[in-house]
């Protein structure tokens, strides 16, 4: 690591560690002079629901389809029951999911999908209750999931194996989260290798405040990759950044209405990769949101992802999202979920626009339309058929996404969605999405149902 990095990484520490131990000396001094006891107050338990099937038909969903190319169907599912007990000083909380495609087993042996989801446990680390800890298996949602997501397109969805210290107050909320894993009990050495890239270290800071009609959010993080060679070197790539936000508000305390917001989103990677290449790349993404009335919502933006142009070179400048969600994101055909997934992608421009119009309580319709380029110079170099380099237009699609979401009750809820995306000849030398046929339109369409309903509740019991 150079001293540059490490004096980085010593100054976060010591301000991190002087911001908690504010927040500690304040905490204290605000407790009650008598003590609560909480050990034998009643507690709640629940159990909640979510069915949600979802039928798919695709002509090009991640990837260009060719004049050869037949469209796809399929059904999946996920099944979830979510367990919680809660009291004033301790909460437990378990979700087991069974997740399929109808059809992939064979239903008449005893295989399946079911998996444990999140199981964590949470006590109150002081008496007044903003300071908190969670340990176990958990999903990890900051922000606007950009870097960490719940991920809740994919039926399984995401979650972390971590221990999280948490304070929360009015005005302000601050995490700390470390993780660390193993793909088995060891009694020597702490080698990982699992079949899947992933971390074996990471730890993060999160910090939200508000003041008034302004927010302020920062993350910074650092997650070890094991070295693709040397299974006894970690490397640390480190993300640090954040987001402001401030709302346009009309009218005075009782009748304040949201106008308008505007936001500004900025993060710079820096530190190695698991291959051991220097990481120094960034993400940029400003954006405005207007309210001309109840009903309608309209939303401009653009996110950039810096990009490499030498794979070779010892240096990538291929800003890395590993954690976050592109689905909501960068467009629901998700072709940008699979082409910045590498350490040495062509990175991303994505200017976006997106309309929301809520019919009534129940019907709310939507559009997202994203033109999406590659971001790793002027033009999108590859080869052509013949073998030659070729320059191409760097800008790659164009995205259109439809929706209807109609809420039938309190836990019933029905989206369905069709989209497209108009391509060119850059888009079929893209690696990780192209090979098909620029004159052929990609298109994609889903219909979902999803029950939430609660299905016991103690506290309800006479």
């Known amino acids: 690591m150079s001293s540059v990095v490490k004096e980085k990484v010593k100054t976060c520490v010591m301000n991190l560690g002087w911001v908690l131990f504010t927040l500690s000396a304040e905490t204290a001094g605000a407790q009650e002079p008598q003590a609560v006891d909480t050990a034998t107050s009643p507690g709640v338990l629940t159990l909640d629901l979510e069915f949600r099937p979802r039928a798919e038909v695709s002509y090009g969903y991640r990837r260009m389809p060719s004049d050869t190319s037949r469209i796809g169907a399929n059904i999946s599912q996920r099944a979830r029951l979510n367990l919680t007990f809660e009291r004033k000083d301790f909460i437990f909380h378990s979700s087991v999911q069974d997740i399929r495609v109808w059809g992939e087993e ?241 990175g991303l421009i994505n200017p976006y626009i997106k309309q929301a119009y809520t019919l009534n309580d129940r019907v709310k319709l939507s559009w997202d339309s994203h033109l999406l380029g590659t971001n790793n110079g002027r033009y999108y170099r590859a080869m052509n058929d013949k073998g030659v380099m070729t320059d191409y237009n760097r800008w790659w699609g164009w995205e259109n996404d439809f929706a209807v979401v109609y809420k039938a009750n309190a836990f019933t809820t029905l989206e369905a969605s069709w989209m497209c995306m108009f391509t060119n000849a850059t888009t079929t030398r893209l690696p990780a999405v192209g090979g098909g046929d620029a004159e052929v339109l990609p298109w994609f369409a889903y219909l979902t149902a999803t029950w939430t309903p609660q299905l016991f509740n103690s506290s309800h019991r006479k």
């Open 106 to 346: 064979d239903p008449r042996t005893g295989k399946g999908w079911l998996q444990v989801y999140e199981t964590w446990v949470q006590p109150k680390l002081n008496r007044k209750g903003n300071w908190a800890a969670r340990i176990g298996r958990q999903k990890i949602t900051y922000d606007n999931e950009r870097l960490f997501a719940r991920n809740n397109w994919r039926q399984a969805a995401s979650k972390h194996d971590a221990v999280r210290l948490m304070f929360d107050n009015d005005r302000m909320k601050t995490e700390l989260i470390g993780a660390f894993n193993q793909t088995a009990q060891r009694s020597f050495g702490t080698v990982y290798d699992p079949s899947f890239a992933y971390y074996k270290v990471l730890a993060t800071h999160y910090l939200f405040y508000r003041i008034r009609n302004l927010q302020l959010t920062t993350i910074n993080f650092t997650d070890g990759y094991q070295d693709a060679t040397d299974p006894h070197k970690t490397h640390f790539k480190y993300t640090s950044g954040g987001r402001i936000l401030w709302m346009y508000l009309k009218g005075d305390a009782e009748t304040v209405a949201r106008k308008a917001d505007v936001t500004l989103a900025a993060y710079y990677q820096y530190g190695r990769l698991a291959t051991g290449d220097l990481q120094r790349a960034y993400y940029l993404e400003p954006e405005l949101s207007v309210y001309p009335c109840k009903r309608y919502q309209l939303t401009v933006g653009a996110q950039v992802f810096s990009g490499d142009d030498d794979a070779a070179d010892g240096t990538s400048h291929a800003f890395l999202a590993q954690y976050g969600a592109f689905h909501r994101h960068n467009g629901h055909m998700d072709y940008t979920a699979a082409q910045v997934a590498t350490t040495n992608h062509q």
